[in-house]
């Protein structure tokens, strides 16, 4: 009997994962745990293995599917056994079109041509009779986010179904179009007035018998991206990457965030000289030559939050809920994008205990291998771009957390003696972003003077 192979959960909060690409194609034969396909959350990658050794008899969803966790995406099992009983009723429509006997490149051009007679007007925002089952969920998603109606667009899929790639091919001889233009539901004429062809609001004629914008259902609750036009020969080489995974997490949250709260930095800095002696201290000790600055600066924080639960807080909208315990998030750079993980409870942690865990972590993320509830639960956030140069800057909060603080370069800095002179003392720059919704000006200054004197009287 056939094997399922199913889209593995990692962790409790993902809900899907995306097939980033296939090690393997129907007919290999392969080996118990041997990898047959790579995807990855919106946090971490990894490798999907082979439940058992067999042949390859079925791949259900091809690169760049975004399917839900358990469901089958390929089987295993002895040549010449039927597993069309495990195919998911979503898979068939969107994987290649061997089973049709067409060529990809032949299906899209009889596509292009049947769209060609379809009349602008189709591409309005409204949406489609979806719920009749003659269309696939990833071709409804994609048409009610470019605006078309589906129901007018010619499926290729089983039985006349309408799949992805028909909404793709019917958007291939429309130009871009300016939100403006799409606020009208008008006919939209394939070339435009705009540079490049776009589709301006002035091309179009609204028709007389067309509904008002405030009556067009809302097909997203985020603002429009801005449609620009280019030109690859006046601008040179171009490079389109889909955003997606890391990237589109980060870009979604950091503009959530901007929106949601009311963000303020305070800049300062604080004394190193404490900092940098223990460093170089601890480069000569066989036992913690492995801590860094950044893990000095991590368990400093970890300490000096205990005593301004403001601070370590999340905000709700409505109520402010302080943590007793500092569950300690980093920001880390990684080839997909920046990731934090969290370290739990940090104010319990030693020095060397939180060093072992940012390491651990840190080592994931990069990995791509970090369990997705790593990444979840900080009260608190650290970002260090010191290492880069940077004097100062304005770290985004990462809500509903209250606060951020990033960690700047150390610089000499001139200060005042007693005796009226000045010497040259290396001072680390600290960036704090807290959400004013929560908490004040005052606290926030205190927590950073309390910052300041941990650092300068730091003993370990």
């Known amino acids: 009997m056939a094997t399922e192979v199913l889209m593995p959960r990692q962790g409790q909060s993902v809900e899907s994962c995306i097939i980033i690409g296939w090690s393997v194609k129907e007919g290999d034969t392969v080996a118990e745990g041997q990898a047959l396909c790579e995807v990855e959350t919106d946090k971490a990658t990894f490798e999907v293995p082979a439940p058992s050794a067999g042949t390859v008899l079925g791949i259900f969803y091809p690169a760049d599917s975004d399917v839900e966790v358990l469901k089958v995406i390929a089987a295993i099992g002895e040549p ?17 079109n061997t089973e049709q006997g067409t060529s990809n490149v032949e299906v899209k051009r009889e596509v ?30 994609l048409a009610d986010k470019k605006g078309v109606n ?20 019917a958007l291939a001889g429309q130009a871009p179009v300016s939100p403006a233009a799409l606020a009208k539901f008008a006919a939209l004429p394939k070339v ?32 429009a991206a801005p449609s620009v036009s280019y030109s690859e020969e006046t601008m040179g080489a171009l490079k389109e990457t889909v955003v997606k995974g890391v990237r589109k997490v980060v870009a979604g949250r950091m503009l959530s965030s901007m929106q949601t709260t009311a963000q303020l930095t305070m800049h300062t800095s604080a004394d190193a000289r404490a900092v940098l002696a223990s460093r170089a201290a601890f480069k000569k000790s066989e036992d913690k ?5 950044n893990d000095l600066v991590l368990y400093a924080v970890a300490q ?70 790593a990444l979840k639960g900080g009260t608190f956030t650290v970002t260090n771009l010191g290492a880069a140069g940077i004097e100062m800057f304005t770290p985004v909060l990462n809500a509903p957390e209250v606060g951020i603080l990033g960690i700047c370069n150390v610089q000499p800095k001139p200060v005042m003696k007693k005796d009226g002179g000045v010497e040259f003392i290396p001072h680390m720059g600290l960036s704090l972003t807290f959400n004013h ?22 003993k370990f």
Request: glycine fraction near 10%; charged fraction near 20%; aromatic fraction near 6%.
């Open 304 to 373: 000096t939050l205990v005593d301004f639960p403001e601070l370590n807080a999340y905000w709700l909208g409505d109520k402010l809920v302080q943590f007793e315990n500092v569950h300690l998030g980093f920001a880390v750079d990684t080839p997909r994008g920046q990731m934090v993980p969290v370290i739990r409870f940090a104010n319990k942690l030693s020095l060397e205990g939180i060093s072992v865990e940012a390491k651990r972590l840190g080592s994931a993320c990069i990995k791509g291998t970090v369990d997705p509830d």
């Open 192 to 223: 435009g007035s705009g540079i490049g062809g776009r589709v301006l609001a002035a091309d179009i004629q609204v028709p007389s018998a067309a509904p008002a914008p405030a009556a067009a259902p809302v097909v997203s609750a985020a603002p």
């Open 289 to 293: 030559a492995g801590i860094t600055i």
């Open 80 to 96: 010449g056994e039927d597993v069309s009983t495990l195919r998911p009723q979503d898979a068939g429509a969107e994987i290649s």
């Open 150 to 169: 589906i129901a007018v667009i010619p499926g290729t899929g089983p039985e006349g179904r309408v799949i992805e790639r028909d909404v793709k091919a």
């Open 112 to 141: 292009a041509e049947k769209t060609s007679s379809v009349p602008c007007s189709t591409f309005n925002i409204q949406h489609s009779g979806s719920a009749t089952g003659f269309s696939s969920p990833r071709a409804r998603r």
């Open 437 to 458: 919704c929560a908490t004040d000006g005052a606290p926030a200054g205190r927590f950073l003077a309390a910052i300041r004197e941990t650092f300068a009287t730091l």
